[in-house]
Structure formats: C-alpha cells, structure tokens
C-alpha cells in the first residue's frame, strides 16, 4: 500500500512540474510576441553587411532590437540593428572589389549627414524614440554606395547601431 503511495506522489509531483513547464513556456511565447522588435542574435543578418558592402561586422553582443521594412524584389529597404557593447564588436574591411565602388566617411560627434540619415530610417521604421541615437559623442562610420545606399554604424558606450537603406 506505501509503495503505491508513492508512485501515485511520484505521478502527481511529475504531473504538476510538466505542466508549470507548459505554463512557463508558454509565458515566454506571450512575452516574445509583445516585444516583436526584439529577436535573438542572427549571424544571416550580419552576413549580408558582407555581401552588401563589402565589409564583415563580428558581433558577440546580444541583440537588443531589430526592425526592418519589406524589402521589395530587387531589396531595396531599410534595416536597423541594435546590439549591446562589447570589445568584441568589430569591423572588417573584407572585399578589396566593393571599396572602390563605397565612399567611407567616418568621425567622432555630430554630423548632420549622418543625422539626417537616421531621422528617415526612424521614420520609415516608426523606431521608438527609445531606440534612437545620435553620433553626438559618439564614434561613427557612414559607407555610401554610388546608388545612394547608405549604411551607418555608431559605437556608443552601451550599444552597437547599424542602420542600412538599400537603393
């Protein structure tokens, strides 16, 4: 009879632990769907600053928000990432081919090109004002293709900002 007992306690005890699994789980679908802009890390992303622009992004950070439009068939559109500092965020020139056709602007502080730039990607995007940044003291680099497609990434104390418009 006791050991009956305790493979009914056993049942029970295994029964309620699955279903405060199911219950967390699905907690956690509700909390990522509230927060859309936000994703995990996606190194295809990255990938295609590469194919893009000619130059590789190493990123070990978290991503902290993400959005983009839809890109129509030949990709034309915005994109803008946000990543956490670290040291380990980098940027490699990598295709000798695509320098030629790229101008790079870089600096430190304000520019009102730059500026300019991120005001239409935010509002394209609609970006939540808590999202935005500024390359007031802050370091920043603007590529710029002959097309007019531009890609701009601003190192902050706190965060990694990569905004892209392709033309």
């Known amino acids: 009879m006791w050991r009956q007992r305790i ?7 295994l029964t309620l632990l699955f279903s405060v699994l199911m219950i967390l789980t699905w907690m956690l679908n509700a909390f990522d769907v509230k927060f859309i802009f936000t994703k995990d890390n996606s190194t295809e992303q990255i990938g295609t600053y590469e194919l893009n622009w000619g130059i590789q992004i190493n990123t070990r950070s978290p991503e902290v928000f993400y959005a983009e439009s839809n890109h129509d068939a030949r990709g034309e559109g915005w994109r803008y990432h946000i990543y956490k500092e670290n040291s380990g965020n980098t940027i490699v020139q990598s295709k000798a081919e695509k320098k030629e056709k790229i101008s790079i602007t870089q600096g430190f502080g ?3 090109d730059v500026n300019a730039f991120l005001s239409r990607l935010y509002q394209a995007l609609d970006i939540p004002e808590e999202y935005h940044c500024s390359t007031a003291q802050n370091y920043w680099i603007h590529y710029q293709q002959q097309d007019g497609s531009s890609l701009v990434i ?6 990694f900002y990569i905004a892209e418009e392709l033309l």
């Open 7 to 13: 493979v009914d306690i056993f049942f029970v005890t």
């Open 154 to 159: 601003i190192k902050t104390e706190s965060y």
């Open 110 to 112: 304000e520019d009102n």
